[in-house]
């Protein structure tokens, strides 16, 4: 009875893939645990670290047992594990970085109700749209789409030139305007 249960089964190596890669998602869950894995960046980075790693120590461990993963799953893994972390980036980024949605659990935490200036307030957690701003420069700075010249000047770097036209492309194709120019 056991090789029909097992009958329906991707090979071993896909199998690891697939259980690595949903790893990632157990690491942006648990991740904020461990301190150096906070901020949202590094913790998403790290998932994918993590599932890579555990990927490959699966395969080692395969290897090790006389079954080595051949050529195209190997290559199927790395395309399970790439669709893994997009998947989770989009989630992850609705959910860390999503300006509507964590507009409704600002509404959502108070309770009760909220006149839109307190409303963008409870947002803010009480900052003022100037510190909001200078937090959402920090994201593009990080990103290196945009630099900081003498003063209080900024312009878009190469990156950010070519993120920008991507923005506009897609935002064109998804028939979403050409917000801001």
Known sequence: MAPVLFAWLP????????????????????GG????LRAPRPRFKSSILIALALLVAQWLALALLGQPP????????VAIIGAAAIIAFIGWSLIVWGFTL??????AAQGRLAGLSQ??????GGQ???????????VLTGARLVERLEGDRWRLNARGRVAARLLRVLRFAYGLGARHG
């Open 11 to 30: 090979p071993l190596p896909i199998v690891a893939a697939i259980l690595s890669g949903l790893a990632i998602a157990v690491v942006l869950v648990f």
């Open 128 to 138: 003022s749209i100037q510190e909001l701003t200078s937090d959402r420069v920090s």
């Open 33 to 36: 645990r461990v301190s150096r």
């Open 102 to 107: 964590n507009m409704l659990l600002a509404l």
């Open 119 to 124: 409303w963008a307030s409870l947002y803010t």
């Open 70 to 77: 051949n050529p195209l799953d190997c290559l199927a893994g």
